[in-house]
């Protein structure tokens, strides 16, 4: 009993889990985050793979946030922004993107069958981190389309100290958008997404540079 205890004061000081059973628990920055997902045998993404940003929360910040698998589902409605009291150009002042490692979660590629339905068991199951996004202005901040992170790029230092883009953003990349929702985070806000871990030795270190027209954001730097 005394080692299963010990070994989960051991967990939770690597990982910020907190919970023991059901829904994994773990603190991040300010809230506690309530994950459903618990896969078994999940694993790394390879040099030269890719994966998008899903949206897995768009909201308030709270004391406790829950998310689950699946993407961002609600279509919100922002009154504000059928007026035009929103911005598209905004600098780290306004928006502020931070890979948490000490969460270190889990996360999924999903494939999609001919209806339109995720297909469950074909699912690959991969080590990540969380990453928040918070709107520090007193406006709402246009955040692109779809239900995934529009536009985030990632990028790996090398070896010699120069940074390489490994990711472009969705917002360069042929998307048919129909139908997909406009993003928006209101003042004080929060997004969470979650970015995979990978194993490339190529890279020493790695950050997310948030690209529009008018400005670059960057993350914090990290491992994977």
């Not at 279509?75 to 002042?93: A, D, H, I, L």
């Not at 536009?151 to 070896?159: P, R, V």
Request: glycine share 8%; aromatic share 16%.
């Amino acid at each position: 009993m005394r080692l299963t205890c010990l070994w989960l004061m051991i967990l939770s000081s690597c990982t910020g889990y907190v919970g023991t059973s059901g829904p994994l628990q773990y603190h991040s920055k300010g809230f506690i985050l309530i994950d459903t997902v618990n896969p078994s045998n999940p694993g790394w993404l390879k040099a030269g793979e890719t994966k998008d940003f899903p949206i897995y929360y768009n909201g308030p910040a709270a004391d406790t946030i829950s998310i689950g698998k699946r993407y961002w589902p609600a279509r919100v409605f922002y009154p504000e922004t059928k007026q035009g009291f929103f911005k598209k150009s905004y600098n780290s002042n306004d928006l502020e993107i931070t890979a948490d490692t000490s969460v270190s979660c889990f996360a999924s590629i999903d494939y999609l069958g001919e209806n339109g339905s995720y297909l469950n068991d074909s699912s690959q199951w991969f080590h990540a981190i969380l990453l928040i996004l918070k709107n520090k202005s007193d406006s709402t901040l246009y955040m692109g389309r779809t239900y995934c992170l529009y536009y985030i790029q990632l990028e790996g230092q090398c070896q010699d100290g120069q940074w390489t883009r490994i990711q472009k953003p969705l917002s360069e990349t042929w998307l048919c958008s129909t139908n997909q929702p406009d993003i928006f985070l209101r003042p004080g806000e929060i997004i969470l997404s979650k970015i995979i871990r990978r194993a490339d030795p190529g890279f020493t270190k790695y950050r997310l540079a948030w690209v529009t027209y008018y400005s670059v954001v960057y993350s914090n730097t990290f491992t994977l």
